[in-house]
């Protein structure tokens, strides 16, 4: 099916653009009759791109194409006679840009070569004068001039004597002056920037390779995981999970800029093994801080963990079961359909399970006095079923109360409404799998790993 519409709309597009063509051919005739060779030509050219193999269209091209190239290349000869060595080149380029447009697509047209000589002359001629005036605006240090100067020498020359290598100069000495200045300001990861855009364009450019190394060492924030606390010895295999996830979640953060360092890192500061305390390790790291390879810890401890496992209830409930049979009315003698509810019981079925997590978490820098990053994470994750069962065709289930299945009563009551019929129908399409404690406490420490690496990714210091 696909490919049939695909098939039709290629041919409607083929058809259309048939007749486009064939519509400014005969417009493109009129102007051609009328003398007006430079409008048909152009008439003309749209027709060939609208539909390449309409013949009539190349031919008229082909005519009033070169009439066109010719006053081109006349153009290109008055500008030259003129002296005017710039004007003469962009005339020459836009007739060499013709020619090879009505060569692509398949018209072929003469040109001179013996104009080409002249503009090859005129050509080398205003690129001269281009470079001096370039090298003269890059020995002023007016670089954005030189480079759009080399740049102009390039469009027609890449080979021209060494402006490829005075264009990067002229390109990329303004940046890599700003990177330095950078570097001197401590403004590292902006430094980084700078050699990274000379770096990418040029492959190097001066000592901007090793400048970007630099940066980016002295810009790169390595964070080393206190073990994670807990009030309660029993949570502590939680807390233990969820440092294990932020610090996954951290090395995907996708920048050069953050780096976590080995866990057992934390263990050479000094007096770690007497203490293992995590606000006192942290003192002790800005401490003796050139003895420790990290800038920064992280420390993570679980506030609140409360689980409530819910229970699988069961409870039976009253029903109606409808059904429709035939029977013949005792008076009239005729069939009649007759609907009827017997009394039946179905199952509902209840549980609830949430979890409480509260988790703080904070990042401390041990180069300096800086409390980077503090903050709670707070989740509640729940999950409910809430759904029936029958021992038959629930479709027919129609809610009510009785007081005996053997006998009826003014106390009995038949809800047919839409409203609770469906209500009751429902509870028979609803899940009957509930998500388990594990799978909650799973969500809530992924989200909450989530969140602490968008805060670490968002923390940006220059150094």
């Not at 031919?59 to 500008?79: A, P």
């Not at 299945?405 to 839409?418: N, R």
Request: with cysteine.
């Amino acid at each position: 099916m696909r490919n049939i519409y695909l098939t039709i709309l290629f041919s409607s597009v083929l058809l259309l653009s048939g007749c486009t063509s064939k519509r400014l051919v005969n417009k493109a005739d009129k102007f051609d009759s009328a003398g007006l060779y430079t409008d048909a030509a152009a008439l003309y050219l749209k027709s060939l791109q609208a539909n390449k193999n309409n013949i009539e269209a190349k031919l008229g091209l082909q005519r009033t194409g070169q009439m066109v190239l010719d006053d081109k290349i006349e153009n290109f000869k008055s500008k030259y006679n003129t002296g005017s060595t710039k004007d003469a080149v962009y005339a020459y380029k836009k007739a060499e840009d013709y020619f090879h447009l009505l060569s692509s697509l398949g018209v072929q047209v003469i040109t001179s070569e013996e104009q080409k000589v002249y503009y090859m002359e005129v050509r080398d001629k205003y690129l001269n004068t281009l470079y001096q005036d370039a090298m003269k605006a890059l020995s002023l240090e007016e670089f954005n001039v030189a480079e759009k100067q080399f740049q102009e020498i390039l469009r027609f020359d890449s080979q021209f004597k060494d402006a490829e290598t005075q264009w990067v100069t002229a390109k990329f000495e303004p940046i890599y002056r700003h990177g330095n200045s950078l570097i001197e300001t401590n403004s590292y990861r902006s430094a980084y920037a700078d050699f990274d855009q000379i770096n990418k364009a040029t492959k190097g450019y001066k000592n901007s390779i090793a400048l970007q190394q630099e940066a980016l060492q002295n810009a790169t924030l390595s964070i080393a995981f206190l073990p994670a606390t807990s009030g309660h010895y029993s949570h502590l295999t939680v807390a233990n999970q969820s440092r294990q996830q932020i610090i996954a979640k951290t090395k995907q953060i996708k920048s050069p800029f953050y780096k976590v360092i080995d866990g057992q890192s934390i263990q050479t500061i000094r007096g770690w093994d007497d203490i293992k305390d995590a606000d006192m390790a942290i003192q002790l790291a800005k401490k003796y801080g050139n003895e420790f390879e990290a800038k920064s810890i992280f420390k993570t401890e679980i506030v609140k963990y409360i689980r409530n496992q819910g229970r699988h209830s069961k409870v039976q409930k009253k029903a109606y079961l409808k059904r429709t049979v035939e029977t013949v009315n005792p008076e009239t003698k005729l069939k009649e359909m007759k609907t009827i509810y017997d009394k039946v019981v179905y199952y509902e079925f209840r549980q609830k399970n949430e979890l409480i997590l509260q988790i703080n978490y904070s990042l401390t820098r041990i180069d300096r006095d800086e409390l980077a990053i503090a903050n709670t994470f707070n989740a509640s994750p729940k999950d409910l079923i809430q759904y029936a069962q029958f021992d038959g065709d629930y479709s027919r289930l129609v809610p009510g109360h009785w007081k005996s299945a053997t006998k009826d009563s003014d106390e009995d009551k038949v809800y047919h409404d839409p409203t609770s019929i469906n209500r009751l129908q429902a509870l028979f399409k609803n899940k009957t799998e509930i998500k388990s404690i594990h799978q909650l406490e799973s969500e809530a420490l992924a989200k909450c790993a989530v969140e602490v690496a968008k805060q670490i990714s968002e923390y940006q210091p220059e150094n």
